[in-house]
């Protein structure tokens, strides 16, 4: 078919001078000239100045999720970060900081504050909304807020769905399961009664059960005590339906660990709170034995913001994040070295310990069994320590360890969580494998009988 037959218009082509292609080649496109980028630009044609399209770089800023340290790098290598970006809300802050700040406000803790509260935590926190960013990623990564867990307590067992409701399982002398009796349950059942109320964290202890809920308020139930006295001596009624904890109302709490002799809870700006201790020479505060009000934790962590507390028998640990990188601190009895300063002594305030600096080692989760403990590295390492019973440090032997020691048998795998029990201890890698160690009686360890009988376990299960 030709245009003449066709019903196609007719092109017509006008001035097109028949040269040979490597003539056009070299009179129509010049040569290229590399030129040297920079942030500001320049009046030559083709430049992109980033200064003239601050809002193209602050959506690309907060869409791609950076680290805050990408974030502070990027302040570091270029003043165009650094510089007042004239935004709302604060036409001072620089690109880099109103990047942190809409991340931030991404964040289910963070949207409730009010303003005032927004500028106290960043007070708080170095007067850094990266800082602040850092401080909330870090704590969603330790403790598993918006999403499903399980927590095993001694006796009865809780499991929180990422929608936000709550089932139990297990002994119930003391109503811990939350099903408004003592009857004892061994299938998982939901607790009815908190319909309507979204619970992002959860706490099991001896005969008692704490639930926190997505607007920081606090619901307890079991023994009607907070902690128990030094002494075994017990508050005379029971709490079998989950119940408002009257004293915590004026307090947004993110988190509860729950030890032998004490209560402690973590608010969302970081602080902690101990409920009972019964001796002044415990936690800094003298408290009766089933003191129902909240006293913050003194001493080192008053200006520093945790984002992880665990409560062993009768001590307890701390992950603070610190303008320097994470930090554990620790305070209670100091029997078996569990406290990890070299010593075995009481340590009255929190205290630092400063071990994980000598092994290079950033903290991103605490774990605090009865009477050992056990942290996870960002670099995957595991380092235990205090009483190694049945070896429960898993270092081969059931000695004490009172600083910190790198788990050598889990050399080759990278740790991203890590849970521990009166003698056991698990750890999760970054692949999915579970590996065990410590006491195998009645197969606690998830081996088979052979590997249960060892003093030490490290398998996959």
């Given at each position: 078919?030709?245009?003449?037959t066709?019903?196609?218009?007719?092109?017509?082509?006008?001035?097109?001078?028949?040269?040979?292609?490597?003539?056009?080649?070299?009179?129509?496109?010049?040569?290229?000239?590399?030129?040297?980028?920079?942030?500001?630009?320049?009046?030559?044609?083709?430049?992109?100045?980033?200064?003239?399209?601050?809002?193209?770089?602050?959506?690309?800023?907060?869409?791609?999720?950076?680290?805050?340290?990408?974030?502070?790098?990027?302040?570091?290598?270029?003043?165009?970060?650094?510089?007042?970006?004239?935004?709302?809300?604060?036409?001072?802050?620089?690109?880099?900081?109103?990047?942190?700040?809409?991340?931030?406000?991404?964040?289910?803790?963070?949207?409730?504050?009010?303003?005032?509260?927004?500028?106290?935590?960043k007070?708080?926190?170095?007067?850094?909304w990266?800082?602040?960013?850092?401080?909330?990623l870090?704590?969603?990564?330790?403790?598993?807020?918006?999403?499903?867990?399980?927590?095993?307590?001694?006796?009865?067992?809780?499991?929180?769905?990422?929608?936000?409701?709550?089932?139990?399982?297990?002994?119930?002398?003391?109503?811990?399961?939350?099903?408004?009796?003592?009857?004892?349950?061994?299938r998982?059942?939901?607790?009815?009664?908190?319909?309507?109320?979204?619970?992002?964290?959860?706490?099991?202890?001896?005969?008692?059960?704490?639930?926190?809920?997505?607007?920081?308020?606090?619901?307890?139930?079991?023994?009607?005590?907070?902690?128990?006295?030094?002494?075994?001596?017990?508050?005379?009624?029971l709490?079998?339906?989950?119940?408002?904890?009257?004293?915590?109302?004026?307090?947004?709490?993110?988190?509860?660990?729950?030890?032998?002799?004490?209560?402690?809870?973590?608010?969302?700006?970081?602080?902690?709170?101990?409920?009972?201790?019964?001796?002044?020479s415990?936690?800094?505060?003298?408290?009766?034995?089933?003191?129902?009000?909240?006293?913050?934790?003194?001493?080192?962590?008053?200006?520093?913001?945790?984002?992880?507390?665990?409560?062993?028998?009768?001590?307890?640990?701390?992950?603070?994040?610190?303008p320097?990188?994470?930090?554990?601190?620790?305070?209670?009895?100091?029997?078996?070295?569990?406290?990890?300063h070299?010593?075995?002594?009481?340590?009255?305030?929190?205290?630092?310990?400063?071990?994980?600096?000598?092994?290079?080692?950033?903290?991103?989760?605490?774990?605090?069994?009865?009477?050992?403990?056990?942290?996870?590295?960002?670099?995957?390492?595991?380092?235990?320590?205090?009483?190694?019973?049945?070896?429960?440090?898993?270092?081969?032997?059931?000695?004490?360890?009172?600083?910190?020691?790198?788990?050598?048998?889990?050399?080759?795998?990278?740790?991203?969580?890590?849970?521990?029990?009166?003698?056991?201890?698990?750890?999760?890698?970054?692949d999915?494998?579970?590996?065990?160690?410590?006491?195998?009686?009645?197969?606690?360890?998830?081996?088979?009988?052979?590997?249960?009988?060892?003093?030490?376990?490290?398998?996959?299960?």
């Open positions: 078919m030709d245009a003449t066709s019903r196609t218009p007719t092109i017509q082509y006008h001035n097109i001078v028949d040269e040979p292609i490597a003539a056009l080649v070299t009179s129509a496109v010049p040569t290229f000239q590399r030129q040297q980028r920079h942030c500001f630009g320049d009046a030559s044609p083709g430049e992109f100045p980033l200064s003239a399209n601050p809002s193209i770089v602050l959506h690309v800023l907060t869409a791609c999720n950076l680290d805050p340290r990408d974030l502070a790098k990027l302040e570091a290598t270029c003043s165009f970060f650094r510089q007042p970006a004239n935004f709302a809300p604060d036409y001072e802050l620089s690109l880099s900081e109103l990047a942190a700040l809409d991340m931030c406000q991404k964040r289910a803790i963070f949207k409730p504050m009010t303003e005032g509260e927004r500028q106290d935590l007070q708080r926190c170095g007067r850094s990266k800082l602040v960013l850092r401080f909330l870090a704590g969603e990564a330790c403790s598993r807020r918006e999403k499903s867990q399980a927590i095993a307590g001694p006796g009865h067992s809780i499991a929180v769905t990422s929608k936000g409701a709550v089932y139990s399982f297990g002994s119930n002398s003391s109503g811990q399961l939350g099903h408004g009796t003592t009857e004892e349950n061994w998982p059942c939901q607790i009815r009664s908190l319909h309507g109320i979204r619970i992002i964290q959860a706490a099991a202890g001896a005969g008692r059960t704490m639930l926190i809920s997505d607007a920081g308020q606090v619901y307890a139930f079991g023994k009607d005590s907070f902690g128990e006295a030094e002494f075994g001596v017990q508050g005379s009624g709490v079998t339906s989950p119940q408002l904890v009257e004293s915590l109302k004026n307090i947004f709490v993110v988190q509860a660990a729950i030890g032998n002799f004490f209560t402690a809870i973590l608010s969302r700006e970081g602080r902690v709170y101990t409920f009972s201790w019964g001796n002044e415990k936690l800094g505060h003298q408290t009766d034995p089933n003191d129902l009000e909240p006293h913050p934790l003194l001493g080192a962590l008053e200006n520093t913001h945790v984002v992880q507390i665990a409560a062993g028998y009768c001590y307890l640990l701390a992950l603070a994040s610190r320097s990188g994470m930090s554990v601190y620790s305070v209670g009895c100091g029997l078996g070295g569990k406290l990890g070299g010593a075995r002594t009481d340590e009255k305030y929190p205290r630092l310990i400063e071990q994980f600096q000598t092994l290079n080692l950033q903290p991103v989760v605490v774990a605090a069994g009865a009477w050992h403990a056990a942290v996870v590295g960002q670099d995957g390492r595991v380092c235990t320590w205090g009483w190694g019973r049945y070896g429960c440090l898993g270092h081969g032997n059931e000695d004490c360890e009172s600083v910190p020691k790198v788990v050598e048998a889990l050399g080759t795998v990278k740790a991203v969580h890590v849970s521990t029990g009166d003698y056991t201890t698990f750890v999760v890698s970054d999915g494998d579970v590996y065990s160690f410590g006491c195998g009686e009645s197969s606690s360890l998830g081996h088979n009988t052979a590997a249960a009988d060892a003093q030490v376990c490290l398998s996959p299960s």
